[in-house]
């Protein structure tokens, strides 16, 4: 059994997303829509936990040409 802590989980909205990735709303919901990064719903609110976003880009990083 795995067990997950939200104590420090910053959340965010689709917006502040979008200005985090310097994107567009329609990008954002985009992404979410088709699972590329990790979304929790509250009520019918669609939220994202900050540290999945990094790691979002952290697999998305282009390797350097050697």
Known sequence: VTF???SNM???TIDEVAKFLKV???TVRRL???RHIP???VGGA???AKEDII???KKKRGKPIE
Do not use: P, Y
């Open 55 to 57: 790691d979002f880009l």
């Open 39 to 41: 979304f929790i719903k």
């Open 46 to 48: 669609i939220r994202f």
């Open 24 to 26: 567009s709303l329609t």
């Open 10 to 12: 910053e959340l965010l």
């Open 4 to 6: 997950v802590t939200f």
């Open 32 to 34: 979410q829509q088709v």
